[in-house]
């Protein structure tokens, strides 16, 4: 007889099934920025990723207790606890980060941390940036984020990025907090889809982030591959130019994922990170971008989830845990709800009062 859904022993067909899905995933679902999923022809890094994510599904399957495949879902669903157990609280979390019971915290951010220092998201409707790029005469929105398009034409990109580049806006609350998590040593790591840098401008450190999408922090040349800092590439991309490599004149691009390209290598880090969280935040997001949506599931089902965004999302909508615990309304708001509840808000506004004295300083140079 074979073994149930709930099994915690999967057969080889059953897991090569699951193989051959997660890869025509991976060739056919590439994200980038948070501006949501399209269907285009298998990128040359197809292949390595549906292996790291194949990677990933058999360590979840060897570390976790009932593992479900639920394939229309997300790649990581495991079934929560009881119907009897007690629902978390807000103020259960906030207890528990405060008496050090989290001490490996994982944070998932997307647009809506960054929407309140004024950068516009991608989707929402009459004032995302996909429904104002009809100025740059493109085939279709998403066009600006692909890559043969960007080969062809990188003007219109290039255009996008005098407005988000980094340095023209400034962190909110919810990326302070995320740096006072890590201050307290108790952040494992930030996984964010923003490009816009905010987390790095609010001061957490390049190792504890992981940019799914990119980032303009480094840049590369598109012919000799020649490495670049952002901030080397500002000068031409703020005058409207196009940055060309003084070596081989070739364009340089900022390290932004685009349609049609892998990930980055470090996204990969939650083969490790997921399994160790203790307590995972997600903030801001939709959760309907692949592969970053499905980490949402990726943490053991022990360990509680705390939602803080404008609407239910993902697994939060449609399978909630005993050990969820969701905030709805205002990020920044619910985050602060957060903070109030830990009693950390004297030193949240330090930081951000030294992060605006800073950012002030650099401004007046």
Not at 112 to 125: L, N, Q
Not at 237 to 245: A, D, H, I, T
Request: net charge neutral.
């Amino acid at each position: 007889m074979a073994p149930s859904v709930g099994s915690s022993v999967m057969s080889p067909v059953r897991l090569s099934c699951m193989y051959r899905r997660v890869c025509w995933t991976a060739s056919r679902t590439l994200s980038v920025n948070g501006l949501g999923q399209r269907s285009v022809s298998p990128a040359p890094g197809a292949a390595a990723l549906c292996r790291n994510v194949f990677t990933s599904v058999w360590l979840l399957l060897r570390q976790t207790h009932s593992p479900r495949w639920i394939g229309t879902r997300g790649l990581f669903s495991r079934g929560g606890g009881g119907a009897d157990e007690e629902q978390l609280t807000l103020e259960d979390v906030a207890k528990n980060i405060r008496e050090r019971q989290f001490k490996r915290v994982v944070v998932m951010a997307g647009a809506g941390i960054s929407t309140p220092s004024g950068i516009p998201d991608f989707r929402s409707p009459g004032s995302g940036l996909y429904d104002n790029l009809q100025q740059y005469d493109l085939p279709y929105a998403e066009a600006i984020f692909e890559i043969d398009f960007f080969h062809h034409n990188p003007n219109p990109f290039f255009a996008l990025a005098k407005e988000l580049y980094p340095g023209n806006y400034q962190p909110n609350l919810t990326h302070y907090f995320v740096r006072l998590l890590h201050e307290k040593k108790q952040l494992l790591r930030m996984y964010t889809q923003n490009i816009d840098g905010l987390e790095r401008l609010a001061g957490i450190p390049p190792e504890m982030l992981v940019e799914a999408h990119g980032t303009f922090a480094t840049a590369t040349c598109t012919v000799c591959r020649r490495k670049y800092k952002g901030e080397e590439l500002r000068p031409d991309v703020m005058s409207g130019m196009v940055p060309k490599c003084p070596t081989c004149t070739g364009v340089v691009k900022p390290d932004i994922v685009f349609f049609g390209e892998e990930l980055p290598r470090h996204f990969f880090k939650y083969l490790t990170d997921f399994p160790l969280a203790d307590l995972l935040i997600v903030m801001g997001t939709s959760l309907e971008v692949e592969p970053f949506a499905s980490l949402a599931g990726a943490v053991r089902s022990s360990v509680p989830r705390l939602l803080v965004n404008r609407d239910l999302v993902g697994p939060f909508a449609w399978r909630r845990r005993p050990q969820d615990v969701v905030q709805l309304g205002d990020v920044v708001g619910g985050v602060q709800a957060l903070v109030d509840a830990l009693g950390w808000t004297q030193e949240l506004d330090a930081l951000m009062a030294a992060g605006a004295e800073k950012a002030a300083t650099k401004t007046e140079e």
